[in-house]
């Protein structure tokens, strides 16, 4: 009988990702296009899925992929014609994120493959304290600030926040969250949420009533995300001269009468 011919275009996909990454992180796909069998495949075009989420996508062609569904056209690629090629982007919603690949060309020849990153959101906590800048006369109201930041992610949950004083200057009003003033401490409200993004400023009114280097100390503490921080400052306060002699004054008593 008749022999007949039958030449195949075969086109795979192999497309390679890291199993798991931080939400936000830099991260690189790497897809291999392989030509197989022995026939060219003619007008191959290469599309993609993209992970939803997905951020500051570099296509393969290392331009700024300004679509979700992203397509390249290749060509023909002759038997044997193996490309690799690399897609940066970053990953934001946490969970499993799916990138699927496909080339198809003329005739049925396609092919497709996937990869999937397991995404990981954390809490990332940081402290800033703004201490008062001394030397700062002793009676005088001073204001100790202090910044809570979620740099992270994901939201932080259940932030315990407590601020000491050490021996000598005592807490007297504080703004930007609810608090309990005792002897020397400021013991806050459990902060229940701070989102992604998210940050809280709270200021602490204190008053010093004896001179000399007196500590202030911010402890931050939240358990889901295993993070404990600690901000210790020193402020100088000085008796001044007015002070001293109105105290003077006070501890006289009453005046001598003149005598006649």
Request: glycine share 10%.
């Amino acid at each position: 009988g008749l022999e007949v011919m039958v030449r195949r275009a075969e086109l795979a996909i192999d497309v390679r990702a890291p199993e798991m990454v931080f939400a936000g992180t830099d991260t690189s796909y790497t897809i291999h296009v392989t030509k197989r069998g022995d026939a060219t495949a003619n007008g191959v075009v290469l599309s993609l899925n993209l992970p939803q989420g997905l951020q500051n996508g570099i296509g393969i062609d290392q331009k700024p992929m300004t679509s979700a569904q992203p397509r390249w056209r290749f060509g023909d690629l002759t038997p044997g014609t193996e490309r690799v090629y690399t897609l940066q982007c970053q990953l934001t919603a946490s969970g499993q994120n799916r990138l699927t690949v496909n080339a198809t060309g003329d005739g049925e020849v396609q092919a497709s493959g996937i990869a999937t990153t397991v995404v990981e959101a954390i809490a990332d906590l940081k402290l800033y304290v703004n201490d008062p800048k001394g030397p700062v006369p002793i009676g005088q109201d001073v204001i100790y600030e202090l910044k809570v930041v979620n740099r992270g992610s994901k939201a932080a949950t259940d932030v315990e926040l407590v601020a000491q004083f050490s021996e000598g200057i005592e807490p007297t009003q504080v703004t930007g969250h609810r608090s309990e003033i005792v002897p020397g401490q400021v013991l806050f409200e459990t902060i229940r949420s701070l989102p992604a993004g998210g940050e809280m400023t709270i200021k602490i009114t204190a008053r010093a009533a004896k001179d000399g280097n007196l500590r202030f100390r911010a402890e931050l503490t939240c358990a889901e995300s295993d993070t404990k921080l600690v901000s210790e400052e020193s402020t100088r306060f000085y008796r001044s001269a007015s002070g001293a002699a109105s105290q003077a004054a006070d501890n006289q008593g009453e005046p001598t009468p003149a005598r006649r």
